[in-house]
T-cell receptor, first 113, second 117 residues
Framework: DAKTTQPTSMDCAEGRAANLPCNHS???????VYWYRQIHSQGPQYIIH???NNETNEMASLIITEDRKSSTLILPHATLRDTAVYYC??????????????FGTGTRLQVTL | DGGITQSPKYLFRKEGQNVTLSCEQN?????MYWYRQDPGQGLRLIYY???????QKGDIAEGYSVSREKKESFPLTVTSAQKNPTAFYLC????????????????FGPGTRLTVL
C-alpha cells in the first residue's frame, strides 16, 4: 500500500478555509486518494475521493497535483463542528485484491473561534 | 434510516472471558469490515468479509474470530487469546469489496469501546 504523510495537527479559525495537505509520493497510477474524518469517539466519516482530477462535493474540495504525489483537502468555511482527525488514504489498486483502507494517524484539525 | 449499528457503545469484561461485539447493517452492502483503534492511533483491520459465508483475516486477526451467516450481520468475537483487547472497535460496510467506483466508500458504525478489567 502507498504510504501517506500528513501533519500531526493544524489550527483554523472558524469561517476560514482549512487546507489539509497530504503527501503520497509512492502512489501508483491506478490508486485513488480518499479522505475520511473522525470526530472524537465516533466512527470515521467519508468525505471525498479522487483519482486525477480535482473533486468537489457538499462537504469539501480535493485538489490533486498533476504528478499525483500530493493532495490537499479544502474545507471552504470551517466550523467548530469540523474539529476532527482527518485521514488521507491511498486505496490499493483495483481487481484481484481487497480494497482495504489503511489508516495512518491523520491530522488533528482544531477549529477555533 | 439506513445505516450501521453497533451495540453496546461501552462494554466491560473480565480478563479471560470471550466477548462478542455485534454489527448490523441495513444498507444491503456485500462487504463488511472490523477495525480496531487504540488511543492516538489510526485504524487497523482485523477481519473483512466480501460476501455471506466468506471472510478473510486482516492485519491483526490473532485472538479474534468472526462469522458471516447473514448479509446484514458480521459479529466479532474477542477471545481470551487476544493479549490486549481493550480498544475502540469499529465496524464498516461497503457496496462491495473490489470497488473503486464512485460511491463505494466505507460506511462506519458508531463503534464499541471494550474495556477488559
Amino acid at each position: 500500500d502507498a504510504k501517506t504523510t500528513q501533519p500531526t495537527s493544524m489550527d483554523c479559525a472558524e469561517g476560514r478555509a482549512a487546507n489539509l495537505p497530504c503527501n503520497h509520493s509512492t502512489i501508483s497510477g491506478n490508486e485513488y486518494v480518499y479522505w475520511y474524518r473522525q470526530i472524537h469517539s465516533q466512527g470515521p466519516q467519508y468525505i471525498i475521493h479522487g483519482l486525477k482530477n480535482n473533486e468537489t462535493n457538499e462537504m469539501a474540495s480535493l485538489i490533486i497535483t498533476e504528478d499525483r504525489k500530493s493532495s490537499t483537502l479544502i474545507l471552504p468555511h470551517a466550523t467548530l463542528r469540523d474539529t476532527a482527525v482527518y485521514y488521507c488514504i491511498v486505496r490499493p489498486p483495483l481487481g484481484g485484491t481487497a480494497s482495504k483502507l489503511t489508516f495512518g494517524t491523520g491530522t488533528r484539525l482544531q477549529v477555533t473561534l | 434510516d439506513g445505516g450501521i449499528t453497533q451495540s453496546p457503545k461501552y462494554l466491560f469484561r473480565k480478563e479471560g472471558q470471550n466477548v462478542t461485539l455485534s454489527c448490523e447493517q441495513n444498507l444491503n452492502h456485500d462487504a463488511m469490515y472490523w477495525y480496531r483503534q487504540d488511543p492516538g492511533q489510526g485504524l487497523r483491520l482485523i477481519y473483512y468479509s466480501q460476501i455471506v459465508n466468506d471472510f478473510q483475516k486482516g492485519d491483526i486477526a490473532e485472538g479474534y474470530s468472526v462469522s458471516r451467516e447473514k448479509k446484514e450481520s458480521f459479529p466479532l468475537t474477542v477471545t481470551s487469546a487476544q493479549k490486549n483487547p481493550t480498544a475502540f472497535y469499529l465496524c464498516a460496510s461497503s457496496i462491495d469489496l473490489y470497488g473503486g467506483l464512485a460511491g463505494d466508500e466505507q460506511f462506519f458504525g458508531p463503534g464499541t469501546r471494550l474495556t477488559v478489567l
